[in-house]
T-cell receptor, first 111, second 112 residues
């Protein structure tokens, strides 16, 4: 079945890089997404990557995809206190075509 | 530009009461979804509607019903609320199944 796993918590200092990791099980996933949830708010799409790509860069964000290991990561360069939030990875299940979310990683940025 | 609008934002129910959570989107999206978010469990899909006139069960449908009233609106009904349904509920929509989903602000429901 489809399953997406993330570590629950990450703490970094302001100005450092943050790397949030995600593993998924559905090898037929077509799209993989990163969403950000700020306190008391809904989820907002940060970035996405097609399954035929291995890297995507968007300003301070770098997404790496290792399809062989079914591993996705989100790197945030020069992390700011405003980046403190919960980050969710999500895959589109090849069989169901549904968005399957991970458990979310709480990123805490220390000043 | 409203996007996805959910009402109410907060609700407290007594066990056994019923209520309907409303969701509307103004982006002409075909697909709509209801998720619940619980600590340490991420978002779990309750029901979804791939297109107007269709609804299907997600991962955790028990205790819920849905109605896709028209293309814009997708409501979630709790017929007899239970404390296990205390959660934050999110409605989302996407142009097509599996494409970028846009989320509402959430409904925080407490069942006592």
């Amino acid at each position: 079945g489809e399953d997406v796993e993330q570590s629950l918590f990450l703490s970094v200092r302001e100005g450092d890089s943050s790397v949030i990791n995600c593993t998924y099980t559905d090898s037929s996933s077509t799209y993989l997404y990163w969403y950000k949830q700020e306190p008391g708010a809904g989820l907002q799409l940060l970035t996405y990557i097609f399954s035929n790509m291995d890297m995507k860069q968007d300003q301070r964000l770098t997404v790496l995809l290792n399809k062989k290991d079914k591993h996705l990561s989100l790197r945030i360069a020069d992390t700011q206190t405003g980046d403190s939030a919960i980050y969710f990875c999500a895959e589109v299940g090849g069989a169901t075509n549904k968005l399957i979310f991970g458990t979310g990683t709480l990123l805490a940025v220390q000043p | 530009n409203a996007g996805v609008t959910q009402t109410p934002k907060f609700q407290v129910l007594k066990t056994g009461q019923s209520m309907t959570l409303q969701c509307a989107q103004d982006m002409n999206h075909n697909s709509m979804y209801w998720y619940r978010q619980d600590p340490g469990m991420g978002l779990r899909l309750i029901y979804y509607s791939a297109s107007e006139g269709t609804t299907d069960k997600g991962e955790v449908p028990n205790g819920y019903n849905v109605s896709r009233l028209n293309k814009r609106e997708f409501s979630l009904r709790l017929e007899s609320a239970a404390p296990s349904q205390t959660s934050v509920y999110f409605c989302a929509s996407s142009a097509l199944e599996g494409t970028e989903a846009f989320f509402g602000q959430g409904t925080r429901l407490t069942v006592v």
